[in-house]
Each structure stands twice: as C-alpha cells, then as structure tokens.
C-alpha cells in the first residue's frame, strides 16, 4: 500500500514556463514533507519541505504548496531551467517517527526542453 | 568539505558471492540509513543506525547485514541469501533527534549488479 504517490512518472515543459510536481499520501499522521531532486547516477539532494503548520513555502524558483484537507503536495518551479532535469521524490513522515519513517514516492521524471 | 563517501561507485558481482558496500560520513551525524532504488520505485529502507553499536531492520533487510563500530562508518553486506541484489544502493545520514524528521544527506550511490 502507497503512502505517498506520485502518479505522474514524467513531465516535460518548456525552458521558461512552470513545471508543478504533484504528490498524495494517504497517512494522515504525515506531518512534515520533503522534495529531494535527483541525478541519474548520484544520490538524491534535498531541495524543500514544507511542515503541515504551513500551506505554502518558497525558496526561490521552488514553492511547495500543501492542501491537508485534500492530502495533496506539489511542487512548482517558476521559470523551469533545463538544469532542472531530473528525478523528483516527493517524501512525507510523522513527527513522532524520526527521518528513518521517511516514506517516498516512485518519483517525477522532469525534462524542461531549451 | 563535509559528506557522504560510498565505494565502489560500480560493483559486479557473482551469484553466491557476499559483498560489502563503504559508507563514510564526516558530518558528524548520529544516524545513517541504507537504500536500495529500483528504476521506477521509491527509495526503500534496508537498515538504518541511530547511535554506534546498534542499528535497526528497515523495510527489506532480508539478505543484507550491516554493522556500526564507528560514528562514521555504515558499511552494507549484500549476501548471497539476497535474492534480486541488482539495484542501485544510497547510504544517508542525518542529524536524528527523537521524534523528528530531518532532511537526510545522501551520498552518490553504489550501483551492484550482479552477473
């Protein structure tokens, strides 16, 4: 049973414009969400989380956006660079479990094209 | 510059050959974790370890071992009890606090097939 879901395996846009990641989880005790981007052949690197006392968080080209009401997560990058290409995991715990109760989605293959 | 150092990068091995991945971390960070990636799957937790001298069965520890004698150290034995080891392989760390999540840093992965 999925906890966390990522049902779009790839997304491609174009250099400029947004690409939005999506992500549902299933447990209502999640508490605290991570995006990790990942290289093909390297390990993941964090990117931002959210905690579930917000709806929203920014850094820079990166917002994530959090509806609890509606279990949903997503992940909007603003303008996409073709250095963004990569592997995006979604990644959600309970604040009682500790980051080895990290559960992860199957990840977003993201292409942004020149 | 502080991190996370796994070896070998590419690993090939025999079937019912036992062998060992390197996980070496300078961050001074209590707990480590092992992850094994399969294309199209999440990352899946094999063990992880909050304190030296103690560690955890994640969620598909089946066919490996692991051992924490040292702060920065987290080597994974891949056994040949492990049926389907082809797969790439994370080690982490992060600093554990009880009762919370924090942002886990990966290393750069150690690819095993196994011929």
């Known amino acids: 049973d999925q906890q966390v879901k990522q049902n779009s395996p790839s997304l491609s846009v174009q250099e400029g414009r947004i690409s939005i990641l999506n992500c549902d989880y299933t447990?209502?005790?999640?508490?605290?969400f991570l995006w990790y981007k990942k290289y093909p052949a390297e390990g993941p690197t964090f990117l931002i989380s959210?905690?579930?006392?917000?709806d929203k968080n920014e850094d820079g080209r990166f917002t994530v956006f959090l509806n609890k009401s509606a279990k949903h997560l997503s992940l909007h990058i603003v303008p996409s660079q073709p250095g963004d290409s990569a592997v995006y995991f979604c990644a959600a715990s309970a604040s009682s479990g500790g980051s080895e109760k990290l559960v992860f989605g199957k990840g977003t293959k993201l292409t942004v094209n020149p | 510059d502080g991190g996370i150092t796994q070896s070998p990068k590419y690993l090939f091995r025999k079937e019912g050959q036992n062998v060992t991945l390197s996980c070496e971390q300078n961050?001074?960070?209590?707990?480590m974790y092992w992850y094994r990636q399969d294309p199209g799957q999440g990352l899946r937790l094999i063990y992880y370890s909050q304190i030296v001298n103690d560690f955890q069965k994640g969620d598909i520890a089946e066919g490996y071992s692991v051992s924490r004698e040292k702060k920065e150290s987290f080597p994974l034995t891949v056994t040949s009890a492990q049926k389907n080891p082809t797969a790439f392989y994370l080690c982490?760390?992060?600093?554990?606090?009880?009762?919370?999540?924090?942002?886990?840093?990966f290393g750069e992965g150690s690819r095993l097939t196994v011929l």
């Open positions: 959210i905690s579930s006392i917000k």
């Open positions: 447990n209502s005790m999640f508490d605290y």
């Open positions: 982490a760390s992060s600093n554990y606090r009880q009762g919370a999540s924090g942002e886990l840093f």
């Open positions: 961050l001074n960070h209590d707990a």
